[in-house]
């Protein structure tokens, strides 16, 4: 696990895929005990996010990763940082500006995301 490789993995495999919409990569990028804590409190597991996803329409039309900071603990690699998103859902648009946490653990050969928490919109 390298900090080169954690920014990697999160802007090359976990940006890519939101972007793509590509269920199936987050599917296999996501841990199976995966959580997520949106900034309003509502906690989601790995098969409720890809639920929510598929079926609320929701696509990223752009990510951007900024401040970003990775500290390494042994094999597992916490990324802090800014993202300003902008998605559509249901053919609204919406953007985002959060602090967020993401954390990679190594499990064999690959890097999964476990957890991603973000903050509310920062003005």
Known sequence: MTKQGVLSTHRNVFYAALLNNDLEALSN???????L????????????ILRD?????????SIELTGEEVRIHGDTGILTG?????????????????????????????IRL???????NIK
């Open 114 to 120: 476990v957890h991603f928490q973000s903050t509310p």
């Open 29 to 35: 990028f996501y841990s199976d005990d995966y959580m």
């Open 37 to 48: 804590v949106r900034p309003d409190g509502s906690v989601f597991s790995k098969d409720e």
């Open 82 to 110: 800014e993202s300003r998103t902008v998605a559509e859902r249901l053919g609204v648009l919406s953007s985002a500006h959060f602090r967020f946490v993401a954390v990679y653990v190594e499990m064999g050969e690959w």
């Open 53 to 61: 996803l598929r079926e609320s329409g929701l696509t990223f039309k």
